[in-house]
């Protein structure tokens, strides 16, 4: 039995893209997960728009797509909590 060993997300990008790009750090990441909650708001916003509309798009489509948006902003929500509750600790750090 072969155990593979886990790399970071930085070496697997690098990885797949034939190593020649710098690893992506933490602020790109917090960049895509802002860009993936605002695709993802974007997307419940026109099936409900379709939904109302009288389209042919089914209720629980909505339902669906709402609740991955909703679900979405409270974990960026949440992150953000924890990211400045860090920054409070380390201000109130006495040196």
Do not use: C, W
């Amino acid at each position: 039995m072969a155990v593979t060993p886990i790399t970071g997300i930085g070496a697997s990008a690098a990885g797949s893209a034939g190593g020649t790009k710098a690893p992506s750090g933490f602020g790109d990441a917090i960049a895509r997960g802002i860009e993936n909650v605002s695709n993802l708001q974007q997307s419940a916003d026109t099936a409900l728009s379709q939904f109302a509309a009288g389209g042919n798009v089914q209720i629980h489509e909505v339902m669906a797509a709402t609740s991955k948006a909703t679900l979405g902003m409270q974990v960026m929500v949440e992150l953000r909590n924890r990211a400045l509750e860090a920054y409070q600790q380390i201000m109130n750090i006495q040196v």
